[in-house]
């Protein structure tokens, strides 16, 4: 059984920094490019962030670009999203998932894999 199980998240004031860990279990996890997303109340789940397991690249979204910096470790089967400079906008549940590519990192429909999501809450 696969599981992604993501830690970090809480409370944090703006300005601040978070950072998200994502464990896997149960896949291949070097062949899995992991991506980042976040849904907030009301709206729509987005992706932010993904580090390929192809080619070893990160992608971002605009959103996030300049202060979040996404790693893994695959020797420990863990990812993580490093973020910076905390926004009240960025108030949301945020989610890892896996799957073979980055492409489709605005189509969190696409992926395969998903965890139980972490709260991130950013106070003004």
């Known amino acids: 059984e696969v599981q992604l199980v993501e830690s970090g998240g809480g409370l944090v004031q703006a300005g601040g920094s978070l950072r998200l860990s994502c464990a896997a279990s149960g896949l291949s996890f070097d062949d899995y490019s992991i991506g980042w997303f976040r849904q907030a109340p009301g709206k729509e789940r987005e992706g932010l962030s993904c580090f390929s397991s192809r080619d070893g690249r990160t992608y971002y979204t605009e959103s996030v670009k300049g202060r979040s910096t996404v790693s893994r470790d695959n020797a420990k089967n863990t990812a993580s999203l490093q973020m910076n400079d905390l926004k009240p906008g960025d108030t949301a549940v945020y989610y890892c998932?896996?799957?073979?590519?980055?492409?489709?990192?605005?189509?969190?429909?696409?992926?395969?894999?998903w965890g139980q999501g972490t709260q991130v809450t950013v106070s003004s």
């Open positions: 998932a896996a799957d073979l590519s980055c492409d489709y990192m605005d189509s969190p429909s696409i992926w395969t894999f």
